[in-house]
């Protein structure tokens, strides 16, 4: 059976973008007499990113090449959790913190941090899910506490436990809390679960310049890999032991 990776604690991007999204695969088009070209595209296909590192070396370098390696040209899967980097603020999200306590992190209510000194480090809370959805379910109705009234056309989430998917909003409905989103669901969410701004995806390794990256004097340099989605149910019929 196919592994499903975790993603190399301290290895981070700097630069992404989109290969592809939900309205571009399986995507067609006709050309009319006035030589305008009607496209038809599947709201369904699976999403894939190209992701470019910093300069490496040292440990980060290791895990970028072992986590290429561990991917085996795509029969293996990683979960990479998508952080938005124009989404919420923790003030935007209904949250009181400072930061001080953003940067410093903050420590258990023992006033002890972790093992090695370090506080844990704060996130936008978790919001519950106030109704029940179904697979391929495009609207959801989230509980209006903290953020999950506050959301708007193009904020992403996604949701809790072990739901793996980004949800991208399109158009806030007229009851608070309910939103309709792109792509539908890839899993059914219950009302006990959670949504997160903190979206987790399982992907597969389309390609890389491994090869092509130059380990100068000091750096691994101009690393990129394309990684695209595997489903919520197809994680679970082949990648989970």
Not at 54 to 60: D, E, I, K, S, V
Not at 188 to 211: H, K, Q, W
Request: charged share 20%.
């Amino acid at each position: 059976m196919a592994r499903l990776l975790s993603w190399p604690l301290g290895l981070r991007w700097n630069r992404w973008k989109w290969l592809a999204g939900p309205e571009a695969v399986g995507a067609s088009s006709d050309t009319t007499i006035g030589d305008f070209t009607q496209t038809i595209a599947s709201p369904f296909g699976a999403r894939a990113m190209q992701i470019t590192f910093p300069p490496l070396r040292g440990a980060p370098a290791r895990r970028a090449r072992g986590l290429i390696t561990a991917l085996n040209k795509g029969a293996n899967a990683v979960r990479v959790s998508i952080c938005d980097w124009d989404g919420m603020k923790f003030a935007e999200a209904g949250t009181s913190i400072t930061q001080q306590q953003i940067q410093d992190g903050m420590p258990f209510s023992n006033g002890l941090g972790w093992s090695n000194g370090e506080n844990w480090q704060l996130t936008k809370p978790l919001v519950p899910v106030a109704s029940s959805a179904a697979q391929d379910a495009t609207v959801i109705r989230l509980s209006t506490a903290f953020w999950g009234g506050l959301l708007g056309m193009g904020d992403w989430i996604g949701f809790s436990p072990l739901h793996f998917g980004l949800y991208e909003i399109t158009e806030e409905m007229e009851t608070a809390g309910q939103y309709r989103i792109w792509p539908p669901l890839r899993k059914d969410i219950a009302s006990g679960s959670f949504s997160t701004l903190y979206p987790v995806m399982a992907m597969r390794l389309m390609a890389n310049n491994l090869p092509d990256a130059e380990r100068g004097p000091s750096h691994l340099e101009n690393l990129s890999i394309s990684l695209v989605e595997v489903f919520d149910y197809d994680v679970r019929d082949y990648f989970l032991d």
